[in-house]
């Protein structure tokens, strides 16, 4: 191994093993790849807040009947 001039045997090694790493690293995503999965996060999320949504709602009308309040009653509270 051939060190650079004003490097020390144990800079230069260190340097060879970040070199080495560097290079096992696997490539980096494409922009699409990177696009697609945040578009795929988003609707996911999308999907669990309509989720808890809805069960706001069911919560909220089995609270209100529990309260005797009638049913037909309830969407326009």
């Known amino acids: ?3 650079a001039r004003g490097m020390t045997p ?5 340097v060879e093993e970040l ?4 290079r096992e690293l ?3 995503p494409a922009v699409e790849e990177v696009e697609a999965a945040a578009a795929v ?3 996911a999320d999308a999907e669990e807040e309509a989720r808890l949504a809805e069960i706001a709602r069911e919560e909220e009308a089995a609270r209100v009947q ?3 309040v ?3 009653v309830t969407p326009t509270l």
């Not at 070199?19 to 560097?22: D, H, K, V």
């Open 70 to 72: 009638p049913a037909d």
């Open 41 to 43: 996060l988003a609707s």
């Open 26 to 28: 696997p490539p980096r």
């Open 19 to 22: 070199t080495r790493l560097y």
């Open 66 to 68: 529990a309260q005797g």
């Open 1 to 3: 191994m051939a060190t």
């Open 10 to 14: 144990a800079a230069a090694d260190a």
